[in-house]
């Protein structure tokens, strides 16, 4: 059984930054590709970011390249989003998930609870 947590979300003022992180429980982090997913109520959960297994390649949503920065430890079992000009169209909900690479939901197997981001302006 694979579980995800997530951590370091918050309240922060437009322009501001948050990193999350995502800690993975078992020995085969390093074996999964990893992504990260927002959502706000009423709409649908919306790829952010992905990395692969070995960290090398990663794949972001328009709405944040260049804002945003997924980074892993494998030797840590922790998946990272290094969030920065945060704006007030970032608030949601923001979830870690296992086992997938791209925006596809369908392809990830696990998910974390998730961690509020609220970005004021």
């Known amino acids: 059984q694979v579980q995800l947590v997530e951590s370091g979300g918050g309240s922060v003022q437009a322009g501001g930054s948050l990193r999350l992180s995502c800690a993975v429980s078992g020995r085969t982090f390093s074996t999964y590709p990893m992504g990260w997913f927002r959502q706000t109520p009423g709409k649908e959960r919306e790829f952010v970011a992905s990395?692969?297994?070995?960290?090398?390649?990663?794949n972001y949503a328009d709405s944040v390249e260049g804002r945003f920065t997924i980074s892993r430890d494998n030797a840590n079992n922790t998946v990272y989003l290094q969030m920065n000009s945060l704006k007030p169209g970032d608030t949601a909900v923001y979830y870690c998930?296992?086992?997938?690479?791209?925006?596809?939901?369908?392809?990830?197997?696990?998910w974390g609870q998730g961690t509020q981001v609220t970005v004021s302006s």
């Open positions: 990395i692969t297994r070995d960290g090398r390649t990663t």
């Open positions: 998930a296992a086992g997938g690479y791209g925006s596809r939901i369908t392809f990830y197997e696990y």
